[in-house]
């Protein structure tokens, strides 16, 4: 017998009855010893490997490498056939000779197609979040898969990487602010202030102050300390001049020259500060009409708005309610310390149905006093406030058409499903829609026999 052979004969009786796959190769490569458990493992068939070379039978195998190098290989992951295994491979020595090679393995494969389906998932959560929002680093998200919303978050995140001015416009409630911070934490000064200031609260003669700070015994008033101005406090970060259309027309030549010069001097000082701050605006007011009529000044509306980000309505992004519907409610539930509750099929169709002047801050407003009437940890139409009922009446409808524009068919009969759900009785659907009874059956044929698409 020859002395590898006499070895596994030696230890047989354990080598067939561990749970992991064995094979032991000779020096010349051929398989002398596979266990029960390979055949289990790779489903190969022990009898038609015996005595045959590894390489022939599992190329990928390293047995044959760790015979010719004499280094083991320990934690190699391989595939056999539709297994996956992980394998310690060694030589086998007799005195400083290498007999052999042994090759332990185990059936991973569970494991491995976990991971891939892990790994899918993980893939598929990130493609589907980056579709609906954007992580803006404080646990706060821009929310927003309408394509208007999706291009105002590809161009934020491209301003995000520069120094750039950028300009935000949107009416009120639209997220400026929150567009802002989220600009500010994605971008290399996200570790460095973020100063908000509103141009329109503060009184002209104050804000220019608090703007570009004083110096003691400036003004009346001015004490004998004087006060950095937020331009120095946003230094190395970003100064957010809110309500920028408010700015009088005589501070905006002082902002202009700031701008320019990138440096300040405080209000009755003579040194001048160097600054190193990004600039970000935003206004609800229609700047560009404001130049026109000579309300904003030109030169500083090009200087401002380098970047311009402007912020679609709520109304003109109905499919995006839903979304922020969810994000909203999480995130109240969150504050509130409560239960996030569940919305009702027809409370999630008023809102839909509502105009939202107030936009993504309106609809945060109306769902935590929602929460706050709910009772049962499900939000209904009679949980909504007041200024709603008038939205789940004949007033305002939504046609679904996943963000296409609808076509005269669509919202006729919607309309028409909208009327008749209200005013039950057909004469009087007929009436308030002016039109005859004969046309509204004539309608109500064609809308459902032609199937428009609901
Ligand atoms: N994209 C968004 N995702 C989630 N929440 C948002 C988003 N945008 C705005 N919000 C929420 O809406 C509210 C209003 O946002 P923000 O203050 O930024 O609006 P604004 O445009 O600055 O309004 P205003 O013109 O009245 O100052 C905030 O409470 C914010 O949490
Ligand atoms: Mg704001």
């Not at 494969?109 to 990130?126: G, P, W």
């Not at 927003?144 to 919303?149: A, E, H, L, V």
């Not at 990004?278 to 609800?284: E, G, I, L």
């Not at 000579?294 to 401002?304: A, I, N, Q, S």
Request: glycine fraction near 8%; hydrophobic fraction near 40%; proline fraction near 4%.
């Amino acid at each position: 017998m020859h002395r590898l052979e006499k070895m596994i004969s030696a230890i047989e009786i354990i080598l067939r009855h561990v749970h992991e796959g064995i094979v032991i190769a000779d020096r010349e490569g051929r398989v002398v010893y596979v266990n029960d458990a390979n055949e289990r493992i790779t489903g190969l068939d022990n009898k038609k490997i015996l005595g045959r070379y590894v390489k022939d039978v599992v190329p990928e195998s390293s047995l044959i490498e760790v015979i010719e190098t004499g280094r083991e290989k320990l934690g190699t992951r391989t595939r056999v056939r539709d297994k996956y295994v992980i394998s310690n491979i060694v030589p086998i020595y007799d005195g400083a000779e290498i007999i052999g090679s042994i090759s332990v393995f185990l059936d991973i494969t569970e494991v491995e197609n976990l991971n891939i389906k892990l790994k899918k998932a993980q893939e598929q959560i990130d493609k589907l979040s980056k579709q609906l929002s954007t992580f803006l680093g404080d646990g706060q998200f821009i929310v927003g898969k309408n394509p208007m919303m999706q291009k105002v978050i590809y161009i934020a995140q491209k301003a995000a990487g520069v120094n750039s001015n950028v300009l935000i416009t949107g009416e009120s409630g639209t997220g400026k602010e929150v567009m802002a911070r989220f600009i500010h934490n994605a971008g290399p000064r996200k570790d460095k202030p973020f100063v908000a200031v509103n141009c329109g609260a503060i009184p002209e003669t104050l804000l220019e102050s608090e703007l570009f700070g004083y110096e003691p015994g400036a003004f009346t008033g001015a004490g004998n300390r004087g006060k950095a101005g937020i331009f120095e406090l946003a230094n190395g970060g970003t100064i957010f001049l809110d309500e920028i259309g408010d700015m009088s027309l005589s501070l905006q030549v002082k902002l202009l020259r700031v701008l320019q010069d990138k440096e300040i001097r405080r209000l009755g000082g003579i040194d001048k500060i160097k600054l190193d701050v990004r600039v970000m605006a935003a206004t609800n007011k229609p700047l560009e009409k404001m130049v026109a009529e000579k309300t904003f000044r030109e030169d500083l509306y090009y200087r401002l708005n380098v970047i311009q980000i402007s912020l679609p309505p709520l109304r003109e992004r109905k499919e995006d309610i839903p979304l922020y519907v969810r994000f909203l409610l999480d995130k109240l539930s969150g504050q509130l310390k409560a239960a996030c509750p569940k919305i009702s099929p027809g409370a999630m169709k008023a809102l839909m149905n509502y105009d939202f002047p107030g936009n993504i801050r309106e609809l945060e407003n109306i769902l935590e006093k929602s929460m706050v009437m709910d009772e049962d940890g499900n939000i209904d139409t009679d949980d909504l406030p007041d200024i709603l009922s008038a939205h789940t009446g004949a007033r305002g409808f939504y046609v679904e058409t996943e963000g296409r524009w609808p076509t005269l068919k669509e919202v006729e009969k919607t309309l028409l499903e909208k009327t008749l759900a209200v005013f039950s009785n057909k004469t009087r659907a007929a009436e308030v829609l002016g039109i005859s009874r004969a046309t509204l059956y004539r309608m109500l044929d064609e809308s459902t026999g032609k199937g428009v698409s609901r």
